[in-house]
């Protein structure tokens, strides 16, 4: 008899819930499944071999990546927390940016949109590169209007309008020229003011590119300038020649001494060195990282170690073994080849023009070194400093001299039209040269004067006037309004900002201000010059764009009783060459004057804000 062991509900529950002795009816018996561990066994032996190191680099470059991403944030965010955000407030991208940019044929070009002027201690703005890359706050079309008369002045740093660069920048307390203070810009006011062609503007384009030789004119023209129609072209240059033709070496070319060739020459070598520099340029030119890096500096310059023009001091230049062992003979061959190079191209350069219809000067400019003029203060500074007096072992002033001599030779054998100003300068007692051969504000509108007196003269068949006339050449320098004093104007809300501070040269944030001028109290401010000069230009800051009134003249007069008028304008015809609205002024003829009186014919309130006054010969 079996024994049967009785289970209880409670027992049931518990051996229902064990897992030894649970049963379900519904599933059938299953033998040991072995297949999902092969699968497991083989993906670990073979699949995850394979690809884990595949995995691991993708991993790696995915954190490369991010952190890089970052880090270029972090750069952005840094670089807005510049002196480079003011610069480029609508696109920061913009800073990242070279001033130039490679160019095969002719060596470099200015990028467009990028900052050309940082400089704006004469509270004057930022200036930038327009659509063509010249140195312009107006675009330029490629067609030209029919109503425009198309100048183009080129050249190298001296016509862009460079102010101390170098050793000589903090010595002449980092002195910079500013838009208006360019020759291009003085030109093309003078010519509309005295020589008005019927029916047309005269527009000067500022189309140098600092560093420019001869050669860099002529590849450019040919392959960019032309396509824009100038009407007539000014080439101002001759310096940037000196250290090209001091190299005295067997192998030299003068299309292969460019200032940027040796960088260019590395990076077509597709050599080790040339692919470091066009990484580096690449990085600098896309990421805010190395921008960032390099503190906004213009890296394609700073990679050039043979940069002549902008770049060290003589020192650097010093002859190497197998120049330095040359004869008498010898150099004076290597001489006379260089020069030969440089003269022929000046000649194809003018032949070009020629060819095209164009009617073209070429200028020489002055060379520190080699003017005689009185030195004045600040050139006795600037005379103390290394600068540029040789090139590798060959004195810079003898070479422009010879260069000089090549140049009117070559000129009177072929007929183009030159002009040298290497001595123009020798009578003046001013300040004129910031460095070896840039010029000062002064310095850049005789300059423009004369260059426009050849326009008129040669070019547009007019005859010279007295008022074109450049006798007392130190006169031009002037600035009478600052060696004048305030003789009336309304009392000013602030002691401490007088009608005295708007007679300081050029605008700052100091500004005069008479908010309400009373009923009784003339609505004028009154200069008197300390004595009568002939004066013909003239230039008004005022407070803001509020403080401009509706209508306002300038009188002038020579006993303060008989007054005449000099200049009306309107609030719709101020200029934004400074940081506040401005006005600038060039008269046909100069006019004799003591006294000058601001006069706001027309404004909504008894008020005057102005924040600068010049006046100049």
Request: hydrophobic share 35%; proline share 6%.
């Amino acid at each position: 008899m079996s024994k049967r062991k009785h289970l209880s509900p409670d027992n049931q529950s518990e051996a229902a819930l064990d897992p030894k002795t649970a049963k379900q009816p519904s599933e059938p018996d299953q033998g040991p499944d072995t297949s999902n561990s092969v699968r497991q066994g083989f993906f670990r032996k073979f699949v995850w071999s394979w690809i884990k190191v595949p995995l691991y680099v993708v991993f790696l470059a995915a954190s490369v990546v991010l952190i890089f991403v970052g880090l270029e944030k972090l750069a952005q965010w840094g670089l807005a927390s510049t002196y480079l955000a003011p610069v480029y407030p609508k696109d920061l991208s913009m800073a990242r940016r070279d001033f130039t940019m490679p160019v095969s044929h002719y060596d470099y070009d200015f990028v467009p949109g990028v900052c050309l002027e940082y400089n704006v201690l004469k509270g004057n703005r930022y200036e930038y590169a327009n659509n063509a890359g010249f140195r312009e706050p107006r675009d330029i079309p490629m067609v030209k209007h029919q109503d425009e008369f198309r100048v183009f002045l080129t050249g190298g740093s001296t016509a862009f309008g460079m102010g101390a660069i170098g050793e000589a920048a903090p010595a002449m307390d980092y002195y910079g020229i500013e838009y208006r203070e360019t020759i291009s810009h003085m030109m093309e006011m003078i010519l509309n003011s005295s020589a008005p062609i019927p029916g047309k503007t005269i527009r000067v384009y500022n189309t140098a590119v600092w560093g420019y030789a001869y050669q860099h004119l002529l590849m450019r023209y040919m392959t960019k300038l032309r396509d824009y129609s100038p009407d007539l072209v000014i080439s101002l240059d001759g310096a940037n020649e000196i250290p090209i033709v001091s190299k005295l070496t067997e192998d030299w070319n003068y299309f292969k001494e460019g200032q940027f060739h040796n960088i260019l020459h590395e990076i077509y070598a597709y050599n080790g060195a040339g692919l470091s520099s066009y990484l580096t340029l690449w990085l600098k030119n896309n990421s805010f990282l190395m921008t960032y890096f390099w503190s906004g500096k213009d890296l394609f310059q700073e990679l050039n170690k043979d940069l002549y023009q902008h770049k060290g001091v003589s020192e650097q230049y010093k002859p190497d073994a197998s120049s330095a062992n040359l004869s008498v003979d010898e150099k004076s061959r290597l001489v006379d080849r260089n020069m030969s190079a440089v003269v022929r191209v000046v000649e194809n350069y003018s032949a070009a023009l020629k060819n095209d219809g164009v009617p073209h000067i070429i200028a020489l400019q002055p060379w520190f070194y080699l003017c005689k003029k009185p030195k004045h203060d600040k050139e006795k500074i600037l005379d103390s400093l290394g600068g540029y007096r040789q090139y590798y072992g060959v004195p810079s002033d003898k070479m422009y001299q010879l260069f000089l001599d090549k140049v009117r030779q070559s000129a009177e054998k072929t007929g183009y039209f030159l002009v040298d100003f290497s001595d123009y300068f020798d009578d003046v007692s001013e300040w004129v040269f910031t460095d070896w051969c840039h010029l000062t504000a002064g310095g850049n509108y005789l300059m423009a004067k004369e260059l426009a007196n050849l326009v008129k003269e040669h070019f547009l068949g007019m005859a010279l006037t007295d008022g074109d006339k450049t006798s007392n050449k130190d006169s031009f320098f002037w600035d009478m309004a600052a060696s004048g004093t305030v003789k009336y104007a309304p009392p000013a809300d602030s002691p401490a900002n007088g009608p005295e501070h708007i007679l300081t040269g050029y605008p700052g944030e100091s500004v005069y201000s008479a908010s309400k001028v009373r009923p009784e109290d003339p609505m004028e401010v009154v200069l008197d010059m300390e004595e009568s000069r002939p004066m013909s230009r003239l230039r008004l800051v005022w407070g803001d764009e509020a403080s401009v009134p509706e209508l306002w003249e300038i009188e002038y007069s020579v006993d303060g009783t008989d007054w005449k008028s000099f200049v009306k304008s309107t609030n719709r015809q101020t200029d934004s060459y400074s940081r506040w609205p401005g006005f600038e002024y060039y008269a046909a003829q100069p006019v004799q004057a003591r006294y000058l009186k601001y006069k706001p014919a027309a404004t909504a309130q008894r008020s005057i804000s102005l924040r600068s006054w010049s006046v100049f010969r």
